[in-house]
């Protein structure tokens, strides 16, 4: 399994990105994707996941600013992003989970600064 991310960058606070995972294989293989983030010195932690039947979940801190969807067709899992905080900086992983088999994308970076 091979998952890529693309859509990371530099953005100011208040902005808006959209990050992409594309998946190797039909994502409905998976029993959810999701995207984790770690900032430095921080322990990696869930933001986003939908599972295989379309339920999402979403950290506390990003309720309301993040939206996470799927299009099946193109084997990928976006993470619309506003309102973006400086804390919100960190390096995002795109995850899919099989069971309790986890594949992780190379991650992007997101940084959040005026």
């Known amino acids: 399994v091979q998952l890529v991310e693309s859509g990371g960058g530099l953005v100011q606070p208040g902005g808006t990105l959209s990050l992409s995972c594309a998946a190797s294989?039909?994502?409905?293989?998976?029993?959810?994707m999701g995207w984790y983030r770690q900032a430095p010195g921080q322990q990696r932690e869930l933001v986003a996941a939908i599972n295989v039947g379309g339920t999402t979940t979403y950290a506390e801190s990003v309720k309301g600013r993040f939206t996470i969807s799927r299009d099946s067709a193109k084997n990928t899992v976006y993470l619309q992003m506003s309102s973006l905080e400086p804390e919100d900086t960190a390096v995002y992983h795109c995850?899919?989970?099989?069971?309790?088999?986890?594949?992780w994308g190379q991650g992007t970076q997101v940084t959040v600064s005026s």
């Open positions: 995850n899919a989970r099989i069971l309790s088999q986890h594949y």
């Open positions: 294989e039909n994502i409905f293989n998976f029993n959810a």
